[in-house]
């Protein structure tokens, strides 16, 4: 089992672009979340789901959207990046209740 | 507000020299407190979860207790490898949301 997996791991963005990041999960999982962590702020969550087809909003979710068209995958996007979305990304799932299962993470950079 | 806070945030300790982590929390409808480790450019890693005040759990070095308020994760004679940061996160509310603290970096000196 892979577990969670993210792609990409690095990517380095100009002002305005646009990108997608994939988190995949085999573990069958209903809830699948993702995270930003930045330096003295913690893990901050962005979006959630709770199942194929539902997304929720979470603590930071402006400039952000996501997807979840299929049960094993999360799509976050970001429509126009900013300086201020440098960070690293997190996608994590788990099931009802219980422990979240990471991924290794992307690190992004807005330029 | 939900809140969750973790200290110190630094913590450099001798190998072998015990000592213990806090994670203090204010959120309603506790449903589990959860113990990570973070090493630098991973994901969090899983280490423990605790339900219900008065419970406790070991893995190894490590034993995670539980109040109605805080939590504490000791450290008994640590060894360089467990040089990372921990994380400890409530899972709250009617969403079920999980609430991270910013962390305890340690360091074990050999």
């Known amino acids: 089992n892979a577990g969670v997996t993210q792609t990409p791991k690095f990517r380095v963005l100009k002002t305005g672009q646009s990108m997608t990041l994939l988190c995949a999960q085999d573990?069958?999982?209903?809830?699948m979340y993702w995270y930003r962590q930045d330096p003295g702020m913690g893990l901050r969550l962005i979006h959630y789901?709770?199942?194929?087809?539902?997304?929720a909003k979470g603590e930071v979710p402006d400039g952000y959207n996501v997807s979840r068209l299929k049960k094993q995958n999360f799509l976050l996007g970001l429509e126009s990046a900013a300086p201020s979305q440098t960070s690293v990304y997190f996608c994590?799932?788990?099931?009802?209740?219980?422990?979240?299962?990471f991924g290794p993470g992307t690190r992004l950079t807005v330029l | 507000e939900d809140q969750v806070t973790q200290s110190p945030e630094a913590l450099r300790l001798q190998e072998g020299e015990s000592s213990s982590l806090n994670c203090s929390y204010t959120v309603s409808g506790l449903r589990g407190l959860f113990w990570y480790r973070q090493d630098p450019g991973k994901g969090p890693e899983f280490l423990f979860t605790l339900y219900s005040a008065g419970e406790e759990k070991e893995k190894e070095r490590l034993k995670a207790t539980l109040t109605k308020k805080e939590s504490f994760l000791h450290i008994t004679a640590p060894k360089p490898e467990d040089s990372a940061t921990y994380l400890c996160a409530v899972q709250a509310g009617a969403g079920n949301q999980f609430y991270f603290g910013t962390g305890t970096s340690l360091t074990v000196i050999p």
């Open positions: 573990m069958n999982h209903e809830y």
């Open positions: 789901s709770v199942g194929e087809g539902t997304t």
């Open positions: 994590a799932s788990s099931y009802l209740t219980g422990e979240q299962f």
